[in-house]
């Protein structure tokens, strides 16, 4: 049973406009949420996060939004850049401090 | 200077074989993990070592023997090799065990044949 989602396994969007990746979640005990993205060929890298207590985190382009009601989360990206192609990872902090990852969304900005 | 860097790339390798991983950092963190990305996607936790000790040991089979010399190293051993072990396998590291933010690295794509 995934406790992480990542309900679409791709997105496409404009250069310059929005794009908004979601991620949901099934335990309400989690704390910590934090957002990677990945190239081909190359590991993970963090990208921000935000806590629970909070209900939204901004860094320059990027701006992840928590509805912990809804058990929801979504990433925003915004102007999108061709640079922002690539796989993003939703991944939440257990009370063990442990990562639970979602199967991520391959993110395509096309010109 | 790679932060977080694994050896080799690409393994790959007949069934029954035995092969390990290397896992080193520079970062100076105190934990350090190893995850197995499966076919669907999903990076799982397998091992976690937070100064040279083992913390967290998922259900993963005992053909898999994580080996941490200090706390800059963390290898994986695996032996008898089967045809599920194919995933790609990535090493990360974080300050500490309480630290949520971690570190990969590029990651080692495992094939058996």
């Known amino acids: 049973d995934q406790q992480v989602k990542q309900n679409s396994p791709s997105l496409s969007v404009q250069e310059g406009r929005i794009s908004i990746l979601n991620c949901d979640y099934t335990n309400s005990m989690f704390d910590y949420f934090l957002w990677y993205k990945k190239y081909p060929a190359e590991g993970p890298t963090f990208l921000i996060s935000i806590s629970s207590i909070k209900d939204k985190n901004e860094d320059g382009r990027f701006t992840v939004f928590l509805n912990k009601s809804a058990k929801h989360l979504s990433l925003h990206i915004v102007p999108s850049q061709p640079g922002d192609s690539a796989v993003y990872f939703c991944?939440?902090?257990?009370?063990?401090?442990?990562?639970?990852w979602g199967a991520g969304t391959k993110l395509i900005i096309k010109p | 200077d790679t932060a977080v860097s694994q050896t080799p790339k690409y393994l790959v390798t007949q069934m029954g074989n035995d092969k390990s991983i290397k896992c080193e950092q520079n970062l100076g963190h105190d934990t350090m993990y190893w995850y197995k990305q499966d076919s669907k996607k999903f990076l799982k936790i397998m091992f976690s070592y937070n100064n040279k000790e083992l913390i967290i040991n998922e259900t993963v089979p005992n053909r898999f023997s994580p080996k941490s010399p200090d706390k800059a190293h963390l290898n994986l051993h695996i032996n008898s090799l089967e045809l599920g072990d194919s995933a790609v396998y990535f090493c990360?590291?974080?300050?500490?065990?309480?630290?949520?933010?971690?570190?990969f690295g590029p990651g080692t794509r495992l094939t058996v044949l």
């Open positions: 990360a590291s974080s300050q500490g065990a309480n630290y949520n933010e971690q570190f």
């Open positions: 991944a939440a902090q257990d009370s063990n401090y442990q990562l639970i």
